[in-house]
């Protein structure tokens, strides 16, 4: 019977994660989240369905206001991975856990402390996955999970022993979902940590009164119809500000200064446009 897989070497972490304890000033986010009323429908739609995953996301959801394309995207894999994943509720929060602690992401490990205690784990447990994972009696296949968190947060070679093991515990499409949840967790919180996102509820006042001056800026529009490869996808996520033409295709610009009720909607139509046909100049 083969040894179980030795613990990684790592440097010390704290046994129990202050990451809110520090008393210094916060610091300004480098990228202010946007505020809910400047994020696309589709997005303020996606996080009124999420609800039930718990609180916390409004400046997760803000920053990734910045690139509607890309959030949409990112939320529709976060989205299988949390409510279509197969490997379980508790196993997912331990690997979101583990991961976010390992890489010093306060807000993410923050955000699932709550969700992990619907999923079973215990405070002690949770308080766990922020220590040396032999220290707490882990189950085997618990153990080794830690363990290979630990591995691809550091981008680590993850040796036979331990893959042996977590074949043991994981079907195939478990061992893929688990390296994928790792990878999405671990881009998340290298993300949110440069960008210094502040938790829900603890933005500063710069944060706030720049959400106020990007409400004020002025959006001007411009569309090259001959670039348009009459996609549509436009006309379908701004439809008061582009038309399609019912005779070759081609989308026609109504509204080239939209005010700020659809200059979100106007910012997710550029980044859909396939064809690069649709310009924004944003000015103060």
Excluded: K
Aim: aromatic share 4%.
């Amino acid at each position: 019977m083969p040894s179980s897989p030795a613990h990684p070497a790592h440097p010390a972490h704290p046994a129990n994660p202050a990451f809110h304890t520090s008393t210094s000033p916060p610091t300004p986010p480098r990228i202010p989240p946007l505020l809910p009323s400047e994020w696309p429908p589709v997005l303020r739609s996606l996080l009124a369905d999420s609800q039930a995953d718990g609180p916390g996301r409004e400046n997760l959801f803000g920053t990734l206001a910045h690139h509607p394309a890309l959030a949409h995207a990112w939320l529709s894999l976060a989205r299988v991975l949390t409510h279509e994943g197969t490997l379980g509720h508790r196993r997912r929060e331990l690997v979101v856990l583990r991961t976010a602690h390992r890489l010093d992401a306060a807000y993410v490990y923050e955000r699932h402390r709550t969700p992990a205690a619907q999923a079973g784990l215990t405070a002690e447990e949770i308080e766990a996955t922020a220590a040396d994972p032999h220290t707490h009696l882990w189950a085997p296949e618990e153990l080794v999970l830690l363990q290979a968190c630990d591995l691809l947060a550091a981008n680590a070679p993850v040796p036979d022993g331990l893959w042996d093991g977590l074949a043991r515990a994981l079907r195939p499409e478990q061992l893929v979902e688990l390296l994928v949840l790792t990878g999405q967790t671990a881009t998340m919180c290298t993300a949110l940590n440069v960008l210094r996102t502040p938790s829900d509820g603890t933005s500063s006042d710069t944060t706030s009164s720049d959400s106020v001056a990007r409400q004020r800026r002025h959006l001007t529009v411009s569309l090259d119809r001959e670039r348009c490869c009459s996609a549509g996808q436009c006309v379908g996520a701004a439809p008061e500000v582009f038309e399609q033409s019912e005779r070759d295709g081609r989308v026609t610009l109504l509204i080239p200064e939209p005010d700020q009720q659809h200059a979100a909607d106007v910012r997710l139509a550029a980044d859909l446009c396939p064809s690069g046909a649709i310009t924004l100049v944003d000015t103060p």
